[in-house]
Each structure stands twice: as structure tokens, then as C-alpha cells.
């Protein structure tokens, strides 16, 4: 009998100490398990964190990068053109004979205000950290008409005659202005061109037409307004190859304005 209850008395400690251990080993299971689930549930929001600042970053990158234009760049081209519009003001003058031997004083005449336009194109030949300079081609076309009056040696006077000056011409010139004074540019350069004189009127006795060839020099100041328009002044020497009778006016001035494209 007493063996049987010292018998039941070891299971009953036995039993108690088995459920105390699994309740421990339990317990300490789940907080190693929770610890785990907590420390690896960190770690992935911290990766997460970081891909999504590397994935922010890289659209920053890549959105950057996307505005680059793959193509190569095209290099602009060197040589200008130019459109100028000028006037001056112009007195016919000299002598003509016309075909019906009668005599025109062109001395007679009043100063005209004579308007004009030039073509051309220039092209940059030397530039350093003082000077720039370039080279230009540029043609010519002024023109006046004006009204004047003939006296034919019997006394009588054409009141109804109109007299029209056309200078053509082409000007080689050399450009030149300094770094500093970006805005300023000095030209020179040759003249070479026609002369027409041409008087019309319904009485055929008084009308003409003659031409002579012409050449000089010319000096022009550019004053830059903007970019691509300039203010010009011109000042030019021209004079006649060949032709005693006819005269061209030696001091010309002119006033326009000018862009580049």
C-alpha cells in the first residue's frame, strides 16, 4: 500500500514538473519567436525604406538623364546674311547732251532725299580676346526721281519732266571691333558700280538717258541694337572711271539700318 502511494506520489511530481518545463520552454519559445518576427519585420521595413529612397533616386537620375537629347549637337553655320535699308541725300550733277543734241545742265537740280537697300552676306575670319574681324560682299541699289525743268535755248520751258538717278553697285569690305566694344564695328572697304541718269517727259525733246561706271571707298560705323540689328552709318568717296560731262556727288552719307540672319 505504501509503496503504491509513493509510487502515485513520484508520477504526480513527475507530471507537475514536466508541465512547468514545457510552460517555460513554451513561454521563452515565443519570446525568441516574437523577438525574431520583430527584428526581421525591422529589417524589412528598413530595406524597404532604402529601395524606396534608391528607387527615388534613380527616377531623379533617370528623369534627369531623359531630358539629355541623344542626337549630336549641329554646329550653327559661320556666315551671315545681311538686309540693309539706307537713304542719303543726292544732287544730280554734271552736263548731258542728249541724242537730239540738246543740252541738260544737271547742276540745276535740287538735293533729293535718294533711299536704297544692300544684299550681302558676311562670314567670321579671326576672333582672340581683343579683336574680332570678318569679311563681307554686299550689292547696292539706291535710288531718287525727282521733278525739274528744261529751258530749251528758244526760251521756252518744259515744266513737266521728271529726272531718276539708279546707283548699282557691289562693296568687298573688311569688318573689324574690339571685344570690349562688342556693340561697336568699324567697316572698310571698295566700291565699284553704275551710274544711270535717265530724264523722262511727255515732250521728247526733253528727254535723256546716259550712264557712266563709278568707283570708291567706303568707311561705315555699325552700332548694335540687338543681337541680329544694327543702326548704320556710311560715309563713301566715289568717283566716275571715265565720263568728262556727266558728275557723281563725291561726299555721300547715308543713315539705315540693318539685321544679320
Known amino acids: 500500500?505504501?509503496?503504491?502511494?509513493?509510487?502515485?506520489?513520484?508520477?504526480?511530481?513527475?507530471?507537475?514538473?514536466?508541465?512547468?518545463?514545457?510552460?517555460?520552454?513554451?513561454?521563452?519559445?515565443?519570446?525568441?519567436?516574437?523577438?525574431?518576427?520583430?527584428?526581421?519585420?525591422?529589417?524589412?521595413?528598413?530595406?524597404?525604406?532604402?529601395?524606396?529612397?534608391?528607387?527615388?533616386?534613380?527616377?531623379?537620375?533617370?528623369?534627369?538623364?531623359?531630358?539629355?537629347?541623344?542626337?549630336?549637337?549641329?554646329?550653327?553655320?559661320?556666315i551671315k546674311y545681311t538686309a540693309q535699308l539706307t537713304a542719303q541725300q543726292f544732287k544730280p550733277s554734271g552736263k548731258v547732251r542728249s541724242d537730239l543734241n540738246y543740252n541738260f545742265d544737271l547742276d540745276k537740280s535740287y538735293t533729293t532725299l535718294m533711299p536704297g537697300v544692300a544684299l550681302g552676306f558676311k562670314v567670321p575670319t579671326y576672333s582672340n580676346d581683343t579683336i574680332k574681324t570678318n569679311i563681307a560682299l554686299t550689292a547696292r541699289a539706291s535710288y531718287s526721281n525727282q521733278a525739274t525743268e528744261v529751258v530749251f535755248p528758244s526760251g521756252y520751258t518744259e515744266s513737266e519732266v521728271r529726272l531718276s538717278t539708279l546707283l548699282l553697285g557691289v562693296n568687298p569690305s573688311i569688318g573689324l571691333s574690339a571685344q570690349r566694344f562688342s556693340w561697336l564695328e568699324m567697316n572698310l572697304g571698295m566700291e565699284f558700280g553704275d551710274l544711270n541718269y535717265t530724264q523722262t517727259s511727255s515732250n521728247d525733246l526733253a528727254t535723256f538717258s546716259k550712264h557712266a561706271n563709278y568707283r570708291g571707298w567706303n568707311m561705315a560705323f555699325n552700332f548694335e541694337v540687338s543681337r541680329d540689328w544694327f543702326i548704320t552709318t556710311n560715309y563713301a568717296q566715289r568717283k566716275l572711271n571715265a565720263n568728262d560731262s556727266l558728275q557723281l556727288q563725291s561726299n555721300n552719307y547715308e543713315l539705315g539700318t540693318q539685321i544679320l540672319w
Open 1 to 78: 500500500m505504501k509503496m503504491v502511494q509513493h509510487l502515485a506520489l513520484s508520477c504526480l511530481v513527475a507530471l507537475s514538473l514536466t508541465i512547468v518545463f514545457s510552460t517555460a520552454f513554451t513561454q521563452s519559445f515565443a519570446d525568441i519567436s516574437n523577438g525574431s518576427l520583430r527584428s526581421q519585420a525591422l529589417m524589412e521595413n528598413t530595406i524597404s525604406e532604402n529601395q524606396k529612397k534608391n528607387s527615388i533616386t534613380d527616377a531623379r537620375v533617370e528623369g534627369m538623364l531623359s531630358l539629355k537629347d541623344p542626337r549630336l549637337d549641329v554646329a550653327t553655320r559661320k
